[in-house]
Each structure stands twice: as C-alpha cells, then as structure tokens.
Nanobody, 119 residues
Framework: QVQLVESGGGLVQARGSLRLSCAASGSTFTINVMGWYRQAPGKQRELVAAVTSGGSTNYADSVKGRFTISRDNAKNTVYLQMNSLKYEDTAVYYC?????????????WGKGTLVTVSS
C-alpha cells in the first residue's frame, strides 16, 4: 500500500503562483510514476503532469511553460510548481502514483487539494 498526502493548495489571484507537494509513504519502493491530475467542476479528471522514477516528465499542453513537476526520491515527494496561474486552472488537484509493472503496477490517489484562482 502507498499513502499519499497533498498540501499547498489554496486561493491565489490570476498570474500568481502556488506550489503543491505530495508526500508518499508505505511501500514507496514500488512507485514508478508520480504525477498530478486535476478535476474542475463539471469536467473529467485530467492529467496535469507526471514524472517517472528516471526523471522523464510529461505535461498537459495547457500547462506547458507554466507548471513544473519535480521529484525528490529521497523524500518520496513530488512537487508541482504552478506559475502564471489562470482562472481555468481552478480545480481539485490529485496526487497519483503508478507502480512498476514488475511489482504489481498498482495505482494510488491522494484525497486532493483545492486550488482556486481568482480572476
């Protein structure tokens, strides 16, 4: 089992910045990919950014150039630095991990942290 605890959400004005953190505990040795998803009211959950254990990153087109994902493997923590925030970035942000396939490939979710961007 992997437990995920997010922090860093809140209210910010447009063009402002926030940094989200997600700390993993438990069977962290099984984790391959760590990432962030978001779900806005009335919309489906979507991938924001992800980073593999080897450091490869993937971003949604809507956040490229504004958001940066990083990972501290020693602390089992993934970060999402969000700059130049827009109203449409308002959503609940969920931390997500995917395990190595050879170790079962299990997926885990955090409870989410709300990011509200005021226009």
């Amino acid at each position: 089992q992997v437990q995920l605890v997010e922090s860093g959400g809140g209210l910010v004005q447009a063009r402002g910045s926030l940094r989200l953190s997600c700390a993993a505990s438990g069977s962290t040795f099984t984790i391959n990919v760590m990432g962030w998803y978001r779900q806005a009211p009335g919309k489906q959950r979507e991938l924001v950014a992800a980073v593999t254990s080897g450091g490869s990153t993937n971003y949604a087109d809507s956040v490229k150039g504004r958001f940066t994902i990083s990972r501290d493997n020693a602390k089992n923590t993934v970060y999402l630095q969000m700059n130049s925030l827009k109203y449409e970035d308002t959503a609940v942000y969920y931390c997500n991990t995917k395990g190595h396939l050879a170790l079962g490939g299990k997926e885990y979710w955090g409870k989410g942290t709300l990011v509200t961007v005021s226009s």
